[in-house]
């Protein structure tokens, strides 16, 4: 599995974990609910930009969602 997969399955973990639905998350993070579907299939590479911005918007560190994440 690569970076981005492995990325992926932790950000909808902590999604589903809050019971959050994807347009819960977009809102939450000023994204558009199709890219967020796209980060979690993995199917786009995002930027640190992006990534803080997830991280707030998931109320942890941007490093809590790259922790076991080897690149």
Same mark, same amino acid.
């Given at each position: 599995?690569?970076?981005?997969? &492995? =990325?992926?399955? &932790?950000?909808?973990?902590?999604?589903?974990?809050?019971?959050?639905?994807?347009?819960? =998350?977009?809102?939450?993070?000023?994204?558009?609910?199709?890219? $967020?579907?796209? $980060?979690?299939?993995?199917?786009?590479?995002?930027?640190?930009?992006?990534?803080?911005?997830?991280?707030?918007? =998931?109320?942890?560190?941007?490093?809590? =969602?790259?922790?076991?994440?080897?690149?």
């Amino acid at each position: 599995m690569d970076v981005y997969a &492995k =990325l992926a399955t &932790k950000i909808r973990k902590l999604r589903h974990k809050k019971g959050w639905s994807q347009e819960e =998350l977009a809102d939450r993070t000023n994204l558009h609910r199709t890219y $967020i579907s796209h $980060i979690e299939c993995g199917k786009r590479k995002i930027s640190v930009h992006t990534l803080c911005q997830l991280a707030k918007g =998931l109320s942890v560190t941007p490093s809590d =969602l790259l922790d076991g994440v080897n690149l």
